[in-house]
């Protein structure tokens, strides 16, 4: 807004870039509503103020012209505008994840390498053999080209092959797997472009080549970057790795080509010492302290109670964050006019950060008396009352403390599933935000036993299997040839309606059957799993183009999507009620929200 206002600098040539969908979301209205606060609060009638505030005005008219986009759609657009300049003609598909070419390349080039020499990958360290069990050689693999495709820039540590390899077997067989995944790397790249398809990992690294120190175009791409945007503004750099910040870099802030722009970095260095996204400290060091400006430090906390601060900085004081002392823990004061405590419980002020401790040594499951114990504060807190305040930080009274106002932060989906329930043995209401994929949900499981079922309606081991899951919900006491056989009857019904149907229509004719929803609720975890479940029906839907297809192909990509193992936004599990209920979230998908 001030830049705007100030400098005179027109909204459409302003690049604001951050990391998700919703933050980007977040910062398109955080800005609208700077330019709307800040147009409002001038008040003057000189010239110089009824200049600003046309400024703001056609800002907030053309707001719609600022281009506020996360990494990947920033790359997308630059690819696009670059085209033929980096050899990109158009009418390119995008998979989000194109893990179906990954494994078809590591496949074919694993035959290959084995057709050679059949014990060229054998691995008696961890006692891989490809006589015994080729699959693991496969899953080995396909893990280190992931990781390696996964973690932009990065470089395998694989020794070269030794003049002797006879002498040097360990060296010999590192060099092999690492010339083997380089290959397959390349393969994939090659396969991608001429199948005209892009993920996520292929437009940063499709940019950032642009960049490279070798890119005969680099001037032309960067001038032509330049000419579009004048402002640039990267939020959550901590999450920013070396291709990047190359591509930042390079494009637009580098003198070493003409009518550098400006550039703007926001980050919490902390942050990434947790590598989420493929962060990189060494790469957050280089372009703080590479770019010849003085840091700005925000100092003031603006969102928590004076106490807590006080607290973070007690505890957190004098940390250092890496070895060379470039990264340490900044103390901050709270905003002025914050409170000292929100939170009343009885007569008492809770404490703002308390370390309870049990030691695993001293009881049996240390686990469930740290659960049991984390219900007992849940429960304590929910008897308590938040003092609230008016936007000036004026009093206004207290309001009861609801579950909706509490989270809970674990480091696993298992963690996560423990205490969900342990709460909803107490009657808390509890969900479940971003607490794994769906693929590795329970749902899955039982998705598959129906499915495996419906294959084969006629086998009765399969339809025992079934009818004690989700769908069915009876008790293998109750099991009978009478009950399997109206069982088997309903399973022929569903085959036949997946094929015909397919899947969609499937889950419909589930829901209908009031017995249906009632063993699923039952049996089920209630809201999360029939999210889960559904939720699996659209992934498998889009999986499968919208097609009709027998029981058997829809199993098998199911299986498909179990071994591919892969975190998208389009199979993280959803939250599964809106009811105000306890957040339960994993450490990692709850960096950066407010609770």
Not at 186 to 199: C, F, K, L, S
Not at 411 to 420: E, P, T
Not at 505 to 534: F, K
Request: a negative charge; aromatic letters at 6%.
């Amino acid at each position: 807004a001030r830049m705007v206002a100030e400098e005179g600098v027109p909204i459409d040539r302003f690049l604001l870039v951050t990391y998700t969908r919703a933050a980007a979301a977040e910062l398109r209205n955080r800005t609208r509503r700077a330019l709307v606060e800040r147009r409002a609060a001038i008040t003057g009638t000189d010239p110089s103020a009824l200049e600003q505030i046309d400024r703001l005005g056609h800002a907030i008219a053309d707001y719609d012209g600022a281009t506020i986009t996360t990494i990947h759609g920033f790359c997308q657009l630059a690819l696009g505008s670059l085209g033929v300049q980096v050899g990109r003609v158009g009418g390119e598909s995008f998979d989000e994840a194109d893990d179906s070419l990954t494994r078809e390349v590591v496949r074919d080039h694993l035959l290959r390498a084995l057709a050679a020499t059949p014990d060229a990958l054998d691995r008696t360290d961890v006692g891989l053999a490809s006589e015994d069990d080729p699959e693991r050689i496969e899953t080995a693999l396909l893990e280190v080209v992931r990781r390696h495709i996964g973690n932009q820039g990065s470089a395998l540590a694989a020794p070269p092959m030794p003049e002797d390899p006879a002498a040097h077997p360990a060296e010999a067989l590192a060099a092999t797997w690492g010339a083997l995944v380089e290959r397959i790397v390349v393969d994939i790249a090659d396969r991608r472009r001429r199948a005209a398809v892009a993920t996520f990992d292929s437009l940063i690294s499709d940019l950032a080549d642009c960049f490279a120190d070798d890119a005969p175009d680099a001037a032309r791409a960067a001038a032509a970057l330049r000419s579009r945007f004048s402002v640039v503004l990267v939020d959550e750099f901590q999450d920013t790795d070396r291709l990047q910040w190359r591509i930042f870099d390079r494009g637009f802030a580098s003198p070493e080509f003409p009518d550098p722009r400006t550039v703007i970095i926001v980050g919490d260095p902390k942050q990434a010492i947790y590598r989420f996204r493929g962060a990189d400290i060494a790469t957050y060091v280089a372009a703080v302290h590479g770019s010849g400006d003085e840091p700005r430090t925000l100092d003031t906390n603006y969102r928590s109670d004076a106490h807590l601060i006080d607290g973070l900085n007690a505890l957190f004081r004098g940390a250092q964050f890496d070895a060379a002392g470039q990264l340490s823990y900044s103390t901050v004061s709270a905003r002025p006019g914050a409170p000292d405590r929100s939170v009343v419980i009885g007569d008492r002020d809770p404490a703002p950060v308390e370390i309870r401790w049990t030691d695993p040594a001293a009881v049996a499951d240390a686990a469930e008396v740290i659960i049991e114990d984390l219900g007992s504060v849940i429960v304590d807190h929910l008897q308590g009352s938040i003092r609230t305040v008016a936007p000036d930080g004026t009093p206004t009274g207290e309001r009861p403390i609801t579950p909706g106002d509490l989270a809970v932060l674990v480091r696993s989906n298992y963690d996560g599933d423990l205490i969900a329930r342990a709460l909803g043995d107490r009657g808390i209401p509890a969900v479940r935000s971003g607490v794994g994929t769906v693929e590795h949900s329970p749902a899955a499981m039982q998705w598959r036993a129906l499915l495996h079922a419906m294959a084969r309606p006629a086998d009765t081991r399969r339809a025992r299997l079934a009818e004690t899951g989700w769908f069915f919900g009876i008790d293998p006491a109750d099991l009978d040839d009478e009950t399997v056989a109206i069982t088997q009857a309903a399973i022929a019904t569903w085959a036949r309606v997946v094929a015909t149907d397919g899947l969609h229509a499937l889950w419909q004719h589930i829901r209908r059957a009031d017995s249906t929803l009632r063993a699923i609720a039952e049996q089920g975890d209630g809201d999360r799993g029939h999210t889960d479940l559904e939720h699996l029906v659209e992934v498998l839907h889009r999986g499968l183009d919208g097609r009709a297809e027998p029981a058997e192909r829809v199993l098998a990509l199911l299986d498909d999507l179990i071994d591919e193992s892969r975190d998208t936004e389009e199979r993280r599990r959803r939250i599964e009620t809106d009811a105000a209920a306890v957040q339960i979230v994993t450490i990692h998908s709850a960096k950066g929200h407010e609770y």
